[in-house]
Each structure stands twice: as structure tokens, then as C-alpha cells.
Nanobody, 122 residues
Framework: QVLLVERGGGLAQAGGSLRLSCEFS????????MGWFRQAPGKEREFVAA????????DYADSVKGRFAISRDNAKSTVYLQMNSLKPEDTAVYYC???????????????WGQGTQVTVSS
């Protein structure tokens, strides 16, 4: 079965950078659309970024556009989220997600990682 393991969370200063990674196992990674979501305390989970198996379709939430970049390395079965110009409001648990298909990149994911905490201080 599909297993997703996030890494790279931690503490950063406002204006700093972090890179998250998500290692995929249990299926053929190159056939899956991959996404990143986040959830702050007391708030609902929100979409951050996603890309299809070929990276022909990429989508970002308006709140992170121009600051975050999603990418994937199919040889390593890993998806990344490069986060630059971090703001305190980026503080959340970040989750990696996977699904088959390439429609509606912001919804209907089937598999989820356990999450990694990102904290941005001012």
C-alpha cells in the first residue's frame, strides 16, 4: 500500500527558507499526482501546491504563489516543497498527499502522510 513520509520541517525565521520532502513507496510513483497541504491549529486543512506525474500541470494556492515551489524526482520517488520568504502565517503542519489521475489538483487525494511541523517565528 502507498506510504508517504514527510521530512524537513522545523523552525525558521521570518524571511528564511525550508525545504520539505516526501518519500513515496508501495506503488509506482510516476503515475501519481502529488500535493502538499497544511493545517494550522484551530483551522481547517488547506491546499498549498500540487503537480501531476509528468509535472505538466502545476497549481499553487494564492497565499504561497511566488514564494513556494513544488517539484518531483521520479527516480527517487520523492516530491519536494521549497519554501522561501517564509512568513509567520506559514506556521502549520504540512502534509504530503497522493492520488491517481490528474484532474482537480486541489482535491480528492487518497493517501496522506503523517505530517511535519513548520514553525516560522517573527
Amino acid at each position: 500500500q502507498v506510504l508517504l513520509v514527510e521530512r524537513g520541517g522545523g523552525l525558521a525565521q521570518a524571511g528564511g527558507s525550508l525545504r520539505l520532502s516526501c518519500e513515496f513507496s508501495g506503488a509506482t510513483f510516476s503515475t501519481y499526482t502529488m500535493g502538499w497541504f497544511r493545517q494550522a491549529p484551530g483551522k481547517e486543512r488547506e491546499f498549498v501546491a500540487a503537480l501531476t506525474w509528468s509535472a505538466q500541470q502545476i497549481d499553487y494556492a494564492d497565499s504561497v504563489k511566488g514564494r513556494f515551489a513544488i517539484s518531483r524526482d521520479n527516480a527517487k520517488s520523492t516530491v519536494y516543497l521549497q519554501m522561501n520568504s517564509l512568513k509567520p502565517e506559514d506556521t502549520a503542519v504540512y502534509y504530503c498527499a497522493a492520488k491517481q489521475g490528474f484532474l482537480l489538483l486541489r482535491t480528492r487525494y487518497d493517501y496522506w502522510g503523517q505530517g511535519t511541523q513548520v514553525t516560522v517565528s517573527s
